[in-house]
C-alpha cells in the first residue's frame, strides 16, 4: 500500500486527489495539511511513502518543508513531490536542491497523477516533460557554478556512465540496452552511485551530475 500525505491550501485541490487517490486499491490518502508546517508534523506522525505538496502555501512553504523532510533521518524513506504550475523556473531549481523527488503541474490528468506517484514511490526520478525541458534550458543558457568535492571520483567507470544516462533522462531498462547489461546491474550501479554521491533520489543525481560537469548540457 502507498501511503499519500497531501498539503496544500486550497481544499478543493486536496478533495479532488483524495477522491482519485482513494479509488486505487493500491493507495491510500493517510492525512491531508493545509500549509507547509501542519505537512512537517503529519509527515513525522505518519511516515508516509509520498508528500505531495504545494509549492506556495502559508507558513511554511513547500521548498521549506521539502527541505526540512529530507533533512530529518526520521524521514528518510519519505518521498516529496511538488505540486506547481507552468512558468516557475525558480522554485523548480530551488526544490529540486531542497530534495524534491519530482514535481507535477496541477493540471495533470488523473491516470498521470495516479502512474507518478507509483512512479515516485519506487524512488525514481519524478520530472513532468515540461519541467525536465525547464531544467535542461537552464543548464544551457544560465549554467550555475559545479560543486567540487561532489564524490564524483569515487565512482567506478560504469557508475558514472549509468549517471550521465539517468542524467538524460534514460530509465533502467535503456540504460540496461545502452550499456549492454542488466536491468537489475544498471540499477545496482545507480543505487551505488546514488550512495556515494549522497543523493537523495534519481531526481538529486540529475542536478549533481550537470552541477558536477559529468554531463555536458545539449543544445538541441
Avoid: C, W
Amino acid at each position: 500500500m502507498i501511503r499519500v500525505l497531501l498539503v496544500d491550501d486550497q481544499p478543493l485541490i486536496r478533495s479532488g486527489f483524495r477522491a482519485l487517490l482513494d479509488l486505487e486499491d493500491d493507495i491510500e490518502v493517510v492525512a491531508e495539511a493545509a500549509d507547509g508546517q501542519e505537512g512537517l508534523a503529519l509527515a513525522r506522525e505518519h511516515l508516509p511513502d509520498i508528500v505531495l505538496i504545494d509549492i506556495q502555501m502559508p507558513i511554511i512553504d513547500g521548498i521549506e518543508a521539502t527541505r526540512r523532510i529530507a533533512a530529518d533521518p526520521a524521514l528518510t524513506r519519505v518521498h516529496v513531490v511538488i505540486l506547481t504550475n507552468y512558468g516557475m523556473d525558480e522554485f523548480v531549481f530551488n526544490a529540486l536542491r531542497a530534495g524534491a523527488a519530482g514535481f507535477l503541474v496541477k493540471d495533470i490528468v488523473p491516470e498521470d497523477l495516479l502512474h507518478a506517484v507509483r512512479v515516485a514511490a519506487r524512488g525514481d526520478a519524478l520530472l513532468a516533460p515540461s519541467i525536465t525541458r525547464k531544467l535542461i534550458h537552464r543548464y544551457v543558457t544560465q549554467p550555475l557554478h559545479a560543486h567540487t568535492g561532489t564524490g564524483l571520483g569515487e565512482l567506478t567507470n560504469r557508475e558514472r556512465e549509468a549517471v550521465a544516462l539517468v542524467a538524460h533522462g534514460l530509465s533502467n531498462d535503456e540504460i540496461a540496452d545502452r550499456l549492454v547489461i542488466s536491468p537489475l546491474t544498471a540499477k545496482t550501479h545507480i543505487n551505488r552511485a546514488m550512495g556515494k554521491l549522497h543523493a537523495r533520489d534519481r531526481a538529486q543525481l540529475v542536478v549533481l551530475a550537470y552541477e558536477s560537469g559529468l554531463v555536458a548540457p545539449r543544445n538541441s
